[in-house]
C-alpha cells in the first residue's frame, strides 16, 4: 500500500516562529502536494511538486515555503508563524504526470494540525 | 479555473437512513474526471471513486452510489442504509491542471447515529 506520512500529528507554536512540517512517502510517487483544510473551504492547495528541486505556487502559498531535496520527502516550512495559519495541513502525492489517463488518484497523508498561539 | 461546490455543510442522520450528498461543479474542459474522497475521524482522505465525464452511467458499489448527471453540472453520492461507520467528511473534487491536481469541494459533514 502507499503510504504517505506525515511527521507531526498536532504541533503547538508561537507566533513568529518557524514551522516545519515534513512529510515523506514511500512508493516512488513523482508528484507531492501540501494542502490546507480548513472548516467550510475545504482543502486548498498550498505548492505542488513534480520533481525533486521542482515546486510549484497553488492557490494559497503566502506565508509558505516548500523544500524537496529528494523524491520521497516534501517539506512545507512557515517561516514565520501567524495565528491565521492553524490550520490542518494534508500532503499528499501521486504518481506521474496525468497524460492520457485523464487524472491522477492522490494519497493523504493523516494531517497535521498546527495551533499557532 | 475549476469550481467544486457542496452546499450541503453539514447532515445527520439515523442508521439505516439513506442520504444523498450534493457536488456541482463548473469546467470548461469538454472531457474531465470528477472524484470522491471520504476523510474519517482518523484524518487521512481515503479515494472512494473517480468518474469519466464520458460515462454517466450510475456507479453502484456496496451500499455506495454516484449519480452523474453532465446537463445539471451534478456527481451526487448517495449511502444506502447507512450505518455509524460512514461518519465523516466527504469531498468532491474537480482535477486540473491537466489532471495533475484536484480542486475540492467545501467538504459535507455527514454524522449518523445509532
Known amino acids: 500500500d502507499v503510504k504517505v506520512t506525515q511527521s507531526s500529528r498536532y504541533l503547538v507554536k508561537r507566533t513568529g516562529e518557524k514551522v516545519f512540517l515534513e512529510c515523506v512517502q514511500d512508493?516512488?510517487?513523482?508528484?507531492m502536494f501540501w494542502y490546507r483544510q480548513d472548516p467550510g473551504l475545504g482543502l486548498r492547495l498550498i505548492y505542488f511538486?513534480?520533481?525533486?528541486?521542482?515546486?510549484e505556487k497553488g492557490d494559497i502559498p503566502e506565508g509558505y515555503s516548500v523544500s524537496r531535496e529528494k523524491k520521497e520527502r516534501f517539506s512545507l516550512i512557515l517561516e514565520s508563524a501567524s495565528t491565521n495559519q492553524t490550520s490542518m495541513y494534508l500532503c499528499?502525492?501521486?504518481?506521474?504526470?496525468?497524460?492520457?489517463?485523464?487524472?491522477?488518484?492522490?494519497?493523504f497523508g493523516a494531517g497535521s494540525r498546527l495551533t499557532v498561539l | 479555473a475549476q469550481k467544486v461546490t457542496q452546499a450541503q455543510t453539514e447532515i445527520s442522520v439515523v442508521e439505516k437512513e439513506d442520504v444523498t450528498l450534493d457536488c456541482v461543479y463548473e469546467?470548461?474542459?469538454?472531457?474531465?474526471?470528477l472524484f470522491w474522497y471520504k476523510q474519517p475521524p482518523s484524518g487521512e482522505l481515503v479515494f472512494l471513486i473517480r468518474r469519466n465525464s464520458f460515462d454517466e452511467q450510475n456507479e453502484i458499489s456496496g451500499r455506495y452510489s454516484w449519480n452523474f448527471q453532465k446537463s445539471t453540472s451534478s456527481f451526487n453520492f448517495t449511502i444506502t442504509a447507512s450505518q455509524v461507520v460512514d461518519s465523516a467528511v466527504y469531498f468532491c473534487?474537480?482535477?486540473?491542471?491537466?489532471?495533475?491536481?484536484?480542486?475540492f469541494g467545501g467538504g459535507t459533514r455527514l454524522m449518523v447515529k445509532p
Open positions: 469546467t470548461r474542459d469538454t472531457t474531465y474526471y
Open positions: 512508493m516512488d510517487h513523482e508528484n
Open positions: 473534487a474537480l482535477p486540473e491542471n491537466a489532471g495533475n491536481m484536484l480542486t
Open positions: 499528499a502525492s501521486s504518481s506521474g504526470l496525468a497524460g492520457i489517463s485523464g487524472a491522477n488518484v492522490l494519497t
Open positions: 511538486s513534480y520533481d525533486v528541486k521542482m515546486k
